[in-house]
């Protein structure tokens, strides 16, 4: 028998503006989203409360990092400053960022196993490692 695995996701949304810095078409210029984040966490084993991390605890975490972008030029806010905005870097952006945030209160027993980043509902990209 393998080893159990609980998971849970939130959503978070907002809205911001960006530019794709030497992309050939139109996503050069500026333009914006709302963009919808997921966040998936896991964890072996729950916690006293049976659960993996409360969804409040994990919404929080969520907007405290897409705070920094809500109604702003995400190129303007650091790493985007210099890292390129595609959905796949702010992905992994989330990504560990919130790992780091759930460590400082729940150590190694919660992971972020992934990011799920929507400019729009039809375009997704996803960060995880394996």
Request: include cysteine; charge should be negative.
């Amino acid at each position: 028998m393998g080893v159990p695995v609980y998971e849970i996701s939130k959503d978070f949304m907002f809205s911001a503006a960006h530019q794709i810095r030497f992309h050939p078409g139109k996503c050069e210029r500026l333009h914006g989203h709302n963009w919808r984040i997921r966040l998936h966490a896991r964890a072996s084993k729950l916690n006293h409360l049976s659960m993996v991390v409360d969804f409040a605890d994990l919404q929080r975490i969520v907007a405290e990092i897409g705070a920094r972008f809500d109604h702003r030029n995400v190129n303007e806010i650091p790493p985007f400053d210099e890292l390129n905005t595609t959905a796949e870097n702010i992905a992994r952006y989330f990504f560990d960022e919130a790992n780091r945030r759930i460590a400082a209160t729940e150590g190694e027993r919660v992971r972020v196993s992934k990011v799920e980043v929507w400019e729009n509902e039809g375009s997704l990209a996803v960060y995880r490692e394996e």
